[in-house]
């Protein structure tokens, strides 16, 4: 393990993650000037901001940072990396040009798995901190220590992510949901999601379904919201690591269906396949 403490880690992500927030918000209070990066996506000053006060702020960890914003680093080099921070500072940037408020900071802490072989990836999340800056709600987790939500993050008197567990619900919430429900992607729909609900309305009889931006889908089902998050269209590796150590500590899965393993990182693509949380 590092050298220093895992909840410290997380406290400083904490840290990152709401300095970020407060930057995404000073740009959505104003007008939203969309640019597109090489692959189409669209980016914003709003990104560009958090990226510069995650990285600021987790430089003090001396820790590697692989962001969606930050320099390409070469496989032979991130894959070297015992631990590392995987980022997106702005996860949901469609929906944040929408206004809609369905969109997140992700800040994941990796670590190289102990069997580091093959290609499905190397490494995997052992702490992720998700901060949802419109609505003032964190998630954070890490490994042994539970998953957590926090309402009112920003104006918390709590410094610690320690400290915040006593300000924050412990994750699954109780729950009387009795319907099955299946929550998908608002911005990227597809006839294998379709086909996925359609199994299972015929495994539980009535499915309800929701719809929601970013990571947030991946939050529902470690809350207890959503029963699964079926993901067909393509993601990056920073769009899930954070959510998958939330849904972990939680007890739920995020598993590649061609394995029924965990999903793993750091691979030389960082595209991951398609994946289910359940």
């Not at 995404?24 to 996506?41: E, F, M, T």
């Not at 991946?218 to 207890?224: K, R, S």
């Not at 919201?225 to 769009?239: G, I, L, S």
């Amino acid at each position: 393990m590092t050298a220093i403490p895992l909840p410290d880690l997380v406290s400083a992500a904490i840290d990152a993650a709401l300095a970020a927030g407060r930057e995404i918000l000073d740009v959505y209070s104003g007008p939203i000037a969309v640019q597109q990066k090489n692959d189409r996506s669209p980016l914003t000053e709003a990104d560009l901001r958090a990226h510069r006060a995650i990285a600021a702020r987790l430089a003090a960890t001396r820790l590697p940072i692989l962001s969606e914003e930050g320099r390409d680093r070469p496989p032979a080099e991130r894959q070297a990396w015992e631990h590392y921070w995987l980022v997106d500072p702005l996860d949901g940037t469609k929906e944040f040009v929408r206004r809609n408020g369905e969109f997140t900071v992700n800040i994941a802490l990796m670590e190289r798995c102990a069997d580091p072989t093959g290609p499905e990836g190397i490494a995997e999340p052992i702490a992720g901190v998700l901060l949802a800056p419109v609505r003032d709600l964190l998630y954070f987790a890490w490994r042994g220590g539970g998953a957590w939500r926090q309402a009112g993050a920003a104006g918390s008197a709590a410094g610690s992510a320690q400290e915040r567990t006593a300000h924050a619900e412990r994750l699954p919430l109780a729950s009387e949901r009795t319907v099955h429900t299946i929550v998908a992607s608002r911005s990227h729909p597809s006839a294998e999601t379709e086909a996925y609900i359609r199994q299972a309305e015929r495994e539980h009889g009535e499915v309800a379904l929701t719809s929601l931006g970013s990571a947030l889908k991946i939050c529902l089902v470690a809350e207890g919201a959503a029963d699964a998050y079926p993901r067909f269209a393509p993601t990056m590796e920073w769009d899930t690591a954070a959510g998958h150590a939330l849904a972990t500590e939680a007890g739920r899965d995020l598993v590649d269906p061609r394995t029924d393993a965990p999903l793993r990182y750091n691979k030389l693509d960082l595209v991951n396949p398609w994946f289910i949380v359940r």
